[in-house]
């Protein structure tokens, strides 16, 4: 059967169809920032995106109709203010505007497939003609989406939301690099456990075989566990999961946990001079290696001086009172209060501190109380920009120290055996922290919602994709 034009409409109709349905795929994660506003899924938002592109088309079908009737200067012109506004409206940067140039060429084109007088296709009637023209517009503006996006990859242009990516990557290595060089070895604790590591209704519970379990808050146990096993050094990064029903542009129920523990210290100097010497190098590792990311992005993070700032939490306390928000003692702080000590630290040009010493009421059972001050632990938090990032303390190492500590929290010590039994021969003195890597990249890139440092965040109300 000889090749008939209807054959041609057919080919290159679905050619346009997969080069468009390919092109709304790679781009529908762009709509971040958009999602995460509205509360869109990434199927919602890419029907926003499909709809959106078809609209565009469906305006230049009119554009190449008028062609002959108004000029190609006046559709040229059309066309480079339709790609202008797409740009804009959609926010995918250079990169469509490479895309829209491609499809502004293949709509020019459209017009002269679509004018009766100048047919490149000899068609046997004028319906077939407008059919074949129809076929080869798609099927050119499928072929723009594509190149456009392989162009805009050549030229190393790198869309918004890869480099929030590139520049997370980049600080995990630094962590990983300036630790190792400090004698560290990376471990992987579980994630399903019998016992939460502080307790309470912050736990997602399942059913492991007849049994209860619930997914890890925080491999703080365990970390805890493996100092007195000779593995001196240890530090994780793992995801952790909080069942906290917070909708805040910083809270999430699962996040990356950047956890490490240190034994044989003196006091808690010996690990915060190692965490902040750590945060420090990832900053100014992913500022080194993730120059294009970051000037797309339009951030440059500035690497806090060391040592950082020391406020203990009865001058954070006053510092705050200061600024007209009144905390009582003994409580933790809350957001706005981590917000006004955030900004009064900022006027002293300090985005990073450290709040030492808070009240141990406040703190989980295993956090070490100042001898001298039982009012008082060897803790801390360490704030960026007025967000808490981690937190930590020197441990609690005494065995009977502990086990009634933890009596005094309401907690049971046989529900801890797997833990204690480690601690009834002897474990050295020891501390750590746990932190937030969402959290840090959020703030060292200035993004208004921790759910665009995640690639598929998970909240009180997102459970898919």
């Known amino acids: ?12 109709l679905v050619f346009g169809w997969i080069g468009n349905y390919m ?47 108004f000029g190609r200067k006046r559709v ?24 829209g140039l ?32 129809q076929g080869v517009s798609f099927s050119g503006l499928g072929l723009g989406n594509a190149l456009g996006v392989i162009v805009g990859g050549a030229l190393g242009e790198i869309m918004p939301w890869r480099a929030v990516f590139l520049i997370r990557d980049l600080m995990q290595r630094g962590i990983r690099e300036y630790l190792h060089r400090q004698g560290f070895v990376e471990v992987h604790t579980p994630k399903l456990a019998g016992a939460g590591a502080e307790g309470g209704a912050t736990l997602f519970r399942t059913d492991y075989f007849g049994r209860p379990a619930y997914l890890s808050q925080s491999p ?15 530090f994780e990064l793992s995801p952790a999961f909080r069942a906290e029903p917070s909708d805040t542009v910083r809270h999430v129920t699962e996040f990356l946990s950047f956890d490490a523990e240190v034994a044989f210290i003196r006091d808690q100097e010996d690990f915060l001079t190692i965490l902040e010497g750590c945060v420090a190098h990832a900053i100014a590792y992913a500022k080194e290696h993730g120059g294009p990311a970051l000037d797309l992005l339009a951030v440059e993070p500035k690497v806090p001086a060391l ?12 510092l ?12 933790d702080l809350d957001t706005e209060a981590e917000k006004v000590l955030g900004r009064a630290m900022a006027a002293k040009g300090h985005d990073l501190y450290f709040i030492t010493e808070y009240p141990s009421s406040i703190k989980p059972f295993y956090v070490m109380v100042k001898d001298d001050d039982l009012d008082s632990s060897l803790s801390f938090d360490l704030e960026f920009k007025g967000d808490e990032m981690a937190s930590g303390g020197q441990r609690e190492h005494r065995y009977d120290v502990l086990v009634a500590r933890m009596k005094e929290m309401g907690l049971t010590p046989d529900s801890f055996e797997f833990y204690l039994k480690t601690f009834r021969y002897g474990m050295p003195p020891h501390g750590g922290w746990g932190l937030g890597i969402d959290r840090l990249v959020q703030k060292t890139l200035d993004l208004p919602n921790i759910r665009e440092a995640i690639l598929f965040p998970r909240d009180r109300t997102r459970l898919v994709p």
Do not use: C
């Open 1 to 12: 059967m000889p090749w008939q034009p209807y054959h041609t409409v057919w080919a290159l």
């Open 23 to 69: 092109v709304r795929m790679a781009f529908s994660p762009l709509l971040g920032p958009v999602m995460a506003e509205f509360e869109l899924s990434h199927a919602e938002a890419g029907f926003l995106f499909s709809v959106f592109f078809y609209g565009y088309v469906a305006m230049q079908i009119p554009a190449g109709l008028l062609g002959d009737r």
């Open 76 to 99: 040229l012109v059309v066309g480079i203010l339709l790609v202008a506004a797409s740009a804009l409206m959609t926010g995918l940067a250079r990169t469509l505007v490479v895309v």
């Open 102 to 133: 491609a499809r502004l060429v293949t709509g020019l084109a459209q017009g002269m497939y679509f004018a009766n007088d100048r047919p490149i296709i000899a068609a046997a009637t004028p319906r077939e003609r407008l059919a074949v023209g």
């Open 220 to 234: 703080q146990l365990y970390k805890q566990m493996l100092m007195a096993t000779g593995l001196d050094r240890v």
């Open 307 to 318: 040592p950082l700032p020391r406020v203990r939490y009865s001058e954070a306390i006053d």
């Open 320 to 331: 705050v009172a200061a600024e007209g928000k009144k905390v009582r003692d003994g409580d």
